[in-house]
């Protein structure tokens, strides 16, 4: 197994987090960013978007971190980071696209900002992300884990973009809730982070 990945992109780390706490062997391969190697020919075969992680597992090829996340689950952890339930599986599918969307346009578009110097609106992205952390913590004041009452694909979804707020100078403090949550991502056994996460 393959996973062409880029180390300080949250994306990719939400697969390589799942990766590890599946004990899953697998080769890592930085993708050159600078040099636009995921833009290249060869790179846009595996996927068209031009975009990373790409996950290359025997003859399947899969992009996007969060179709990687379900591939992972339903191949490797038979349903326990996901679910076969039609219910449970919308409820996830809720927070993999609250990731996609609520938080890839705020928290994330604000650590652009500081973290790659990158032309955004960063009042506007940190508006948008008191509103997501907001919603968050709310939803996990009487809960451990976003749904089903475990640890899912819905929280790797939106962890890391949540765990590196501070990169966007986000401060994440006075969302206690929030804030608990990261600490219980953080004590699942096989947990690794990445570089300016909040621990």
């Known amino acids: 197994m393959k996973l062409y990945d880029r180390i300080p992109s949250g994306n990719c780390h939400k697969v390589r ?15 050159d960013a600078m040099n636009k190697q995921h833009k290249s020919e060869e790179y846009l075969k595996m996927n068209p978007r031009g975009q990373f992680p790409v996950l290359l597992d025997g003859v399947n ?26 219910y ?34 960063w009042d506007l992205a940190q508006k948008k992300s008191i509103l997501v952390l907001k919603l968050v ?15 899912t694909i819905a929280d790797l979804a939106c962890y890391p973009y949540i765990a590196l707020a501070s990169e966007g100078k986000i401060d994440i403090q006075p969302f206690l809730n929030v804030y608990r949550w990261i600490q219980n991502v953080q004590n699942l056994p096989g947990y690794i982070g990445m570089d300016g996460m909040i621990q």
């Open 17 to 31: 987090l799942l990766l590890n706490l599946l004990n899953v062997e697998y080769e890592s391969i930085i993708v």
């Open 61 to 86: 090829t899969i992009y996007d971190s969060h179709a990687i996340l379900v591939y992972l689950a339903a191949k490797y952890a038979n349903q326990s980071w996901y679910s076969q339930d039609p």
């Open 137 to 151: 913590d709310q939803h996990l004041k009487t809960r451990d884990w976003l749904e089903l009452d475990r640890p």
């Open 88 to 121: 449970e599986m919308g409820l996830i599918q809720e927070w993999l696209s609250f990731s996609s969307n609520e938080i890839a346009n705020s928290l994330n578009i604000a650590r652009l900002k500081y973290k790659f110097n990158a032309d955004v609106d």
